[in-house]
Antibody, heavy 127, light 113 residues
Framework: QITLKESGPTLVKPTQTLTLTCTFS??????????VGWIRQPPGKALEWLAL???????RYSPSLRNRLTITKDTSKNQVVLTMTNMDPVDTGTYYC???????????????????WGQGTLVTVSS | DIVMTQSPDSLAVSLGERATINCKSS????????????LAWYQQKPGQPPKLVIY???IRESGVPDRFSGSGSGTDFTLTISSLQAEDVAVYYC?????????FGQGTKLEIK
């Protein structure tokens, strides 16, 4: 059974850097094809994909947030860490990590759906 | 980026009746070489994370009741709940994974009439 759990601060100040950790079990990020992604959801709003890291250290980022995001993995600890710099109140929301994998490649990518998801962690950006 | 647009934004259906949610992509998410539509549907109940319901546009995730079905191809997709149950009340999202970045629809809130 695959499980994921997000952890990190619940409150950050504007301009600060957010660091979130996803701790998972039931799979290994050293296994071929495996990935972990981050997705966020502002209160009452839709889902927004942020970043993805694969077993082979391939990193993918949202183009609109690329210059603020860094995703890393620690295979020995079964953890994936997301850092987001220069936090702003509009970044308030629930941050989820989710299991993914390399899927059937299309003409442009080898993305896949996300399953399962962690419970999420609510991050509020306020002074 | 591929823009995903769902309709309607909200929907109220009587128990036991059919619920239909639509999702339209700004570009085709069908890859002709393998005839696969790179489209997933998620269910999000209040206070819970999204749960995968359908992938490859029409394949039901393990454990999902067979009253849920997905259809469509190319740019137009539909999630159908054949006989609405109380536990189906949720917000439903479509997601394309044909190209990066993966993108989600704005969500459709399904309620009981």
């Amino acid at each position: 059974q695959i499980t994921l759990k997000e952890s990190g601060p619940t409150l950050v100040k504007p301009t600060q850097t957010l660091t979130l950790t996803c701790t998972f079990s039931g799979f290994s990020l050293s296994s071929s094809g495996v990935g972990v992604g981050w997705i966020r959801q502002p209160p009452g709003k839709a889902l927004e994909w942020l970043a993805l890291i694969y077993w082979n250290d391939d990193e993918r980022y949202s183009p609109s947030l690329r210059n603020r995001l860094t995703i890393t993995k620690d295979t020995s600890k079964n953890q994936v860490v997301l850092t987001m710099t220069n936090m702003d109140p509009v970044d308030t929301g629930t941050y989820y990590c989710a299991h993914s994998s390399i899927g059937y490649c299309s003409s442009t990518s080898c993305l896949n759906y996300f399953d399962p998801w962690g419970q999420g962690t609510l991050v509020t950006v306020s002074s | 980026d591929i823009v995903m647009t769902q309709s309607p934004d909200s929907l109220a259906v009587s128990l036991g009746e059919r619920a239909t949610i639509n999702c339209k992509s700004s570009q085709s998410v069908l890859y002709s070489s393998n005839n696969k539509n790179y489209l997933a549907w998620y269910q999000q109940k209040p206070g819970q994370p999204p749960k995968l319901v359908i992938y490859w546009a029409s394949i039901r995730e393990s454990g999902v009741p067979d009253r849920f079905s997905g259809s469509g191809s190319g740019t137009d997709f539909t999630l159908t709940i054949s006989s609405l149950q109380a536990e189906d009340v949720a917000v439903y999202y479509c997601q394309q994974y044909y190209s990066s970045p993966p993108t989600f629809g704005q969500g459709t809130k399904l309620e009981i009439k």
